[in-house]
C-alpha cells in the first residue's frame, strides 16, 4: 500500500530554523503538521498533540479504533533534486506489537489515507502530489 505522501507547494514555511540555546535544530514543518492537524479536527477526528522528534513533527490519530501516527518532513528527493514534502502513515502497534506484529503495516492505513488525500487535495498551491510506497521511497533516496 502507498502509505507515504510526497508533495510540492509554497505554501508552508521553508525557512530555515535556527539553533535552539541548547545547539540543537528543530526541524521544519511544524506549520505543515498543524494544517493536517486542523484538517482532521475539522472532519471530526481527534488528533494527538504534535511532537517534534529528531528531522520530523508527528502526531497521531485514530480512526474507525484503528490508531495511526504520521511523521511530517522536509526533505530533497529524487533526480533531478526537488525539495519536497514528505508524510508518512503508519498504523500504530504499540511496545509489544514491535515485536509480535510485522513490521510493515501500510497495508492497513487504507481507511485513512483516503480521508488524507482528501484533505491534501486542499493545500494551496500544490504541485506533484504522489502517494509511494516503502520501496519507491527509498528509490527517490538515492
Known amino acids: ?69 504520521f511523521y511530517i518532513q522536509f526533505m530533497t528527493l529524487g533526480k533531478p533534486l526537488k525539495d519536497c514534502w514528505v508524510i508518512e502513515i503508519r498504523k500504530y502497534i504499540g511496545f509489544f506489537g514491535m515485536f509480535f506484529s510485522k513490521v510493515d503495516n501500510s497495508d492497513e492505513c487504507g481507511p485513512l489515507i483516503e480521508v488524507f488525500n482528501e484533505i491534501s487535495s486542499k493545500i494551496p498551491g500544490l504541485s506533484d502530489l504522489k502517494w509511494v510506497d516503502g520501496k519507491q521511497y527509498a528509490d527517490y533516496l538515492k
Not at 528543530?26 to 517534534?52: H, N, Q, Y
Open 1 to 69: 500500500m502507498k502509505n507515504i505522501l510526497i508533495f510540492e507547494t509554497e505554501a508552508f514555511d521553508l525557512t530555515e530554523p535556527k539553533a535552539e540555546a541548547d545547539g540543537r535544530e528543530r526541524p521544519m514543518g511544524r506549520d505543515v503538521a498543524e494544517f493536517f492537524w486542523k484538517k482532521l479536527r475539522e472532519k471530526g477526528l481527534e488528533p494527538t498533540s504534535i511532537d517534534e522528534d529528531v528531522a520530523s513533527w508527528t502526531f497521531g490519530v485514530t480512526y474507525l479504533r484503528s490508531t495511526y501516527v
